[in-house]
């Protein structure tokens, strides 16, 4: 059985699962999230709890328990306090701006690109070079946020561009200055 698939969903106050026409259902302060259960799995609501299970032994089910655990389990925790993502910007010249529900970003091409936020997504700009985007629902949360970063990925040479926080860029030394007039 799977590890991650058996554990329970604990479900906080102020935050409703429900299930519908093969679908779960989560309603919480942050918005609403619906996710289809894939076949061969069964989900169950035991009062402030939800149980994922599986009909089956077959190997793609066995895959799919533990995903659709965590895929429930990251709706809950998502309508109820949400997720954030940080970016940082590296780059003389280079920023950002919010305006409305459109990122205006600065990247050192020839023009500005203007990044429209899907909804559901939010975004905060700090010093105009640290991005926060703000959502409930996890995947697009990452989509969006590897999409801007796709913008302008940041190269190994000066580091210039835009990485999530937590991420090291590793640094490659540039040519060396002495080697080309010594030969």
């Known amino acids: 059985m799977s590890r991650v698939g058996r554990l329970p969903i604990s479900v906080p106050d102020g935050v409703k699962v429900a299930l519908e026409d093969g679908a779960v259902c989560v309603e919480g302060p942050k918005g609403k999230l619906r996710t289809g259960i894939p076949p061969g799995i069964e989900v169950r609501v035991e009062g402030s709890q939800v149980r994922i299970g599986r009909k089956s032994e077959e190997r793609k089910v066995k895959g799919l328990h533990g995903l659709t655990r965590k895929l429930i389990a990251n709706m809950v925790e998502g309508v109820n306090r949400g997720f954030s993502r940080v970016l940082e910007i590296n780059g003389v010249g280079y920023r950002a701006e919010v305006k409305g529900t459109e990122l205006?970003?600065?990247?050192?091409?020839?023009?500005?690109?203007?990044?429209?936020?899907?909804?559901?997504?939010?975004?905060?700009?700090?010093?105009?070079?640290?991005i926060t985007l703000h959502g409930a629902d996890k995947e697009i949360l990452g989509k969006t946020a590897a999409v801007i970063r796709g913008l302008k990925p940041p190269e190994p040479?000066?580091?210039?561009?835009?990485?999530y926080r937590e991420e090291v860029i590793q640094r490659k030394a540039g040519k060396a200055v002495g080697a080309a007039g010594s030969a």
């Open 157 to 163: 040479y000066k580091g210039k561009g835009i990485k």
């Open 104 to 130: 205006h970003l600065t990247l050192g091409f020839s023009h500005p690109i203007v990044f429209p936020l899907p909804q559901g997504v939010t975004a905060t700009v700090d010093r105009q070079i640290i």
